[in-house]
């Protein structure tokens, strides 16, 4: 069966380009989060979304980042103007209830 | 002081080793406590999940909980060089409705045949 999954694998943007990352989660699955990791690092909470609601966004650490899920099934993470400090790869994890769920393989990202 | 602290090794060990990784945590509110191994280039896999203090075992694997003392471990027998790998510790509470998952720094492990 389908697990989650991401693209694309992976991006390198220049700094001050925007980037968009997508997250296909499984079927049916109600809950979505994006993490971000660093390299050498456990990954960090970003935001966390229930349908098409997003209830907690309190780990994005700017206001270039921005997600959305508008219809309660894939979900983006973008980010704006992006600076060096956001290389690191991008993991989204979903789950049919409101736990941590299956993970992604994640996306790399690299800011020269 | 981060909220959850893990070694990260690295740790090597030969085939067929009992190995045991552990992490602290500051957080007195987390509930439910979590292993994932994470392959090199992969996301992480869920291998262990336990609610409140005591043992779980499954298979080759025994992650145990001590909540007075803030203090997780999993416990690997019979090592093989397949369970190379890097294994992160994660621990929740319940917040808004969601289970927001706070990492250790993951502890990079390899078994050597």
């Known amino acids: 069966g389908a697990g989650v999954s991401q693209s694309p694998r992976y991006k390198v943007a220049k700094r001050g380009q925007d980037v968009a990352l997508r997250c296909d989660p499984i079927s049916g699955h109600v809950s979505l989060f994006w993490y971000q990791q660093a390299l050498g690092q456990g990954p960090e909470f970003l935001t966390y979304?229930?349908?098409?609601?997003?209830?907690?966004k309190s780990g994005l650490p700017s206001d270039r980042f921005f997600a959305e899920r508008p219809e309660g099934s894939v979900s983006t993470l973008k980010i704006q103007r992006t600076q060096q400090e956001d290389s690191a790869v991008y993991l989204c994890?979903?789950?049919?209830?409101?736990?941590?769920?299956?993970f992604g393989p994640g996306t790399r990202l690299t800011v020269l | 002081q981060k909220e959850v602290e893990q070694d990260p090794g690295p740790l090597s060990v030969p085939e067929g080793a009992i190995v045991s990784l552990n992490c602290t945590y500051s957080n007195s509110a987390f509930q439910y406590f979590m292993w994932y191994r994470q392959y090199s280039r992969k996301g992480p896999e869920l291998l262990m999940y336990t609610y409140s203090s005591g043992n779980k075992e499954d298979g080759r694997f025994t992650a145990q909980v001590d909540k007075s003392s803030k203090y997780i471990s999993l416990f690997i027998r019979d090592s093989q060089p397949s369970d190379s790998a890097t294994y992160l510790c994660a621990m929740s509470e319940i917040i808004q409705g969601a289970q927001k998952l706070v990492f250790g720094q993951g502890t990079r492990l390899t078994i050597n045949p």
């Open positions: 994890a979903s789950s049919p209830s409101r736990g941590g769920g299956f």
């Open positions: 979304f229930q349908n098409e609601a997003q209830l907690d």
